[in-house]
T-cell receptor, first 116, second 113 residues
Framework: AQSVAQPEDQVNVAEGNPLTVKCTYSVSGNPYLFWYVQYPNRGLQFLLKYITGDNLVKGSYGFEAEFNKSQTSFHLKKPSALVSDSALYFCAVRPYYNNAGNMLTFGGGTRLMVKP | AAGVIQSPRHLIKEKRETATLKCYPIPRHDTVYWYQQGPGQDPQFLISFYEKMQSDKGSIPDRFSAQQFSDYHSELNMSSLELGDSALYFC????????????FGSGTRLTVV
């Protein structure tokens, strides 16, 4: 079965500084990887995904993530954080081959706090 | 662009009552997924439907059932509600069984009192 780990419950960063939200995964075979953001009392908004191809994926709102197969990681990054980036971030995975189901499995979430 | 529509947005029920949540997927998406997100928790997969047939089953209680109709909308039926069922319930839809990504609705917040 697939799993996702987000080792940090919370990440604090000053506005204008770079940010990283960590994600590692476990899945049989190749993964599909996703990042979603959730604002308070709101739904999950898609940020970016890795399916195949270039390991560096660029997404919405200036976010990017790098797929690292050897480290089974898919860390979310942004060069310059904004206060409005403060939210809950979820990493999610599903296996490339869907014999184990094609639903997403989510990590526990990381709360990003960007201070002015 | 059309999104995934869920109704109602908020629902308050008493213990032991029943609730029905509805989800309207993006047109031409072939798969619908239901997730439950408890307070401070990550979304937990409940059940999914591919082309109106149940495709995967997760941690859905026996008190819950779901189906997908001919127009591809899906309903999650919850009976004998318990306080612990209070959560945000998300529906998502995808095409090609998720190979191109998943779109989530805004969720239904169910409060059981």
């Amino acid at each position: 079965a697939q799993s996702v780990a987000q080792p940090e419950d919370q990440v604090n960063v000053a506005e204008g500084n770079p940010l990283t939200v960590k994600c590692t995964y476990s899945v049989s075979g190749n993964p599909y990887l996703f990042w979603y953001v959730q604002y308070p009392n709101r739904g999950l908004q898609f940020l970016l995904k890795y399916i195949t191809g270039d390991n560096l994926v660029k997404g919405s709102y200036g976010f990017e993530a790098e797929f690292n197969k050897s480290q089974t990681s898919f860390h979310l990054k942004k060069p310059s954080a904004l206060v409005s980036d403060s939210a809950l971030y979820f990493c999610a995975v599903r296996p490339y081959y869907n014999n184990a189901g094609n639903m997403l499995t989510f990590g526990g979430g990381t709360r990003l706090m960007v201070k002015p | 662009a059309a999104g995934v529509i869920q109704s109602p947005r908020h629902l308050i029920k008493e213990k032991r009552e029943t609730a029905t949540l509805k989800c309207y997927p993006i047109p031409r998406h072939d798969t619908v997924y239901w997730y439950q997100q408890g307070p401070g928790q990550d979304p937990q997969f409940l059940i999914s439907f591919y082309e109106k047939m149940q495709s995967d089953k997760g941690s859905i209680p026996d008190r819950f059932s779901a189906q997908q109709f001919s127009d591809y909308h899906s309903e999650l039926n919850m009976s004998s509600l318990e306080l612990g069922d209070s959560a945000l319930y998300f529906c998502a839809s995808s095409s090609e069984q998720g190979a191109k990504g998943y779109t989530f609705g805004s969720g239904t917040r169910l409060t059981v009192v």
